[in-house]
C-alpha cells in the first residue's frame, strides 16, 4: 500500500506577499517528525516564520533552500505508513533538544538552529542583531560579513 500523505503548503503570512523565500529546513528530507515540530523557516517581507508538522511522519521536501515559493504552494509533504506500520521517532535525550528562545535579561531572542550553530562558532552574541521576529542564519552571515567590513573602534 502507499503511504498517505500529507502535503504542507506556504501559510498566508501578510496581505501583501504572494511569495516567501525558504531560509532553512529544520529537518532532513527523510528524516522522522512529529506532530506539532518546527521543520522549515519561512521569510516574508516582515517576518520569518516557522512551519510545524501537522501530522506524524517522513519528510519530503519539495522546494530548496532560498527557493521563492508562492503563498498556498506545496513546500514539503510527510508520508505515513498506510499498512499500520509503526514510525520510530527518534528519541530526544534531556539537553539535546534545541531551545527555542534564549533569555537574555529581559528579552528573549528567537532563533533558528542553523542561526544559533552559526553565531556559537563565530562567538556572536544574538542580541547584538536587531532583528525584529526570528534571527536566521542569513541574519548572522549578514552580521559577521558587516562587522568584516566595519572599521575597528579606535584605541583608547
Given at each position: 500500500?502507499?503511504?498517505?500523505?500529507?502535503?504542507?503548503?506556504?501559510?498566508?503570512?501578510?496581505?501583501?506577499?504572494?511569495?516567501?523565500?525558504?531560509?532553512?529546513?529544520?529537518?532532513?528530507?527523510?528524516?522522522?517528525?512529529?506532530?506539532?515540530?518546527?521543520?522549515?523557516?519561512?521569510?516574508?517581507?516582515?517576518?520569518?516564520?516557522?512551519?510545524?508538522?501537522?501530522?506524524?511522519?517522513?519528510?519530503?521536501?519539495?522546494?530548496?533552500?532560498?527557493?521563492?515559493?508562492?503563498?498556498?504552494n506545496p513546500i514539503a509533504r510527510i508520508e505515513v505508513p498506510?499498512?499500520?506500520?509503526?514510525?520510530?521517532?527518534?528519541?530526544?535525550?534531556?539537553?539535546?533538544?534545541?531551545?527555542?528562545?534564549?533569555?537574555?535579561?529581559?528579552?528573549?531572542?528567537?532563533?533558528?538552529?542553523?542561526?544559533?550553530?552559526?553565531?556559537?562558532?563565530?562567538?556572536?552574541?544574538?542580541?547584538?542583531?536587531?532583528?525584529k521576529g526570528i534571527i536566521t542564519a542569513r541574519h548572522v552571515q549578514r552580521y559577521l560579513a558587516e562587522s568584516d567590513t566595519?572599521?575597528?573602534?579606535?584605541?583608547?
Amino acid at each position: 500500500m502507499k503511504p498517505v500523505t500529507t502535503t504542507v503548503t506556504v501559510p498566508q503570512t501578510n496581505v501583501n506577499d504572494d511569495s516567501v523565500t525558504l531560509v532553512e529546513w529544520m529537518e532532513a528530507d527523510g528524516a522522522v517528525v512529529k506532530k506539532g515540530q518546527a521543520i522549515v523557516a519561512v521569510e516574508s517581507s516582515k517576518t520569518v516564520l516557522e512551519i510545524e508538522a501537522e501530522t506524524a511522519g517522513v519528510l519530503r521536501h519539495l522546494a530548496s533552500l532560498n527557493d521563492e515559493v508562492a503563498i498556498g504552494n506545496p513546500i514539503a509533504r510527510i508520508e505515513v505508513p498506510a499498512n499500520g506500520e509503526a514510525l520510530i521517532l527518534p528519541s530526544v535525550r534531556q539537553g539535546d533538544q534545541a531551545k527555542p528562545e534564549m533569555e537574555s535579561g529581559k528579552e528573549s531572542i528567537k532563533a533558528t538552529h542553523q542561526a544559533r550553530d552559526l553565531a556559537e562558532e563565530h562567538g556572536v552574541d544574538l542580541t547584538q542583531l536587531s532583528v525584529k521576529g526570528i534571527i536566521t542564519a542569513r541574519h548572522v552571515q549578514r552580521y559577521l560579513a558587516e562587522s568584516d567590513t566595519a572599521p575597528a573602534p579606535p584605541a583608547k
